[in-house]
Nanobody, 121 residues
Framework: QVQLVESGGGLVQAGGSLRLSCAAS????????MGWYRQPPGKQRELVAS???????NYADSVKGRFTVSRDNAKNTVYLQMDSLKPEDTAVYYC???????????????WGQGTQVTVSS
């Protein structure tokens, strides 16, 4: 069974940095797009950044220039480097990935369990 496991969340002061990791495991044949969403307290989940299998990236306007998404295809892992963090970045961060398992012919979206990021002012 495919799983996405996140790590790297925590508490940081404004202006600080954190690096999130998300590793996919299971019977994985291929992974298409990978990315990160976040859900601030009392708000809807929103896209933070995404990256295609070829490394093309996309960012929310609110994080451009501060966050960097990357992936290691050999490790089935996606990363989110977060710099110059602001209190409004406080949220639960979720990774996702379009994963094809061996023997199947579709690429459903899988989600991680979420990791809390709290930025204090």
């Amino acid at each position: 069974q495919v799983q996405l496991v996140e790590s790297g969340g925590g508490l940081v002061q404004a202006g600080g940095s954190l690096r999130l990791s998300c590793a996919a495991s299971g019977s994985i044949f291929s992974i298409r797009d990978m990315g990160w969403y976040r859900q601030p307290p009392g708000k809807q989940r929103e896209l933070v950044a995404s990256i295609t299998i070829r490394g093309v990236t996309n960012y929310a306007d609110s994080v451009k220039g501060r966050f960097t998404v990357s992936r290691d295809n050999a490790k089935n892992t996606v990363y989110l480097q977060m710099d110059s963090l602001k209190p409004e970045d406080t949220a639960v961060y979720y990774c996702n990935a379009e994963i094809r398992e061996y023997g199947l012919h579709k690429d459903p979206m899988y989600w991680g369990q979420g990791t809390q990021v709290t930025v204090s002012s």
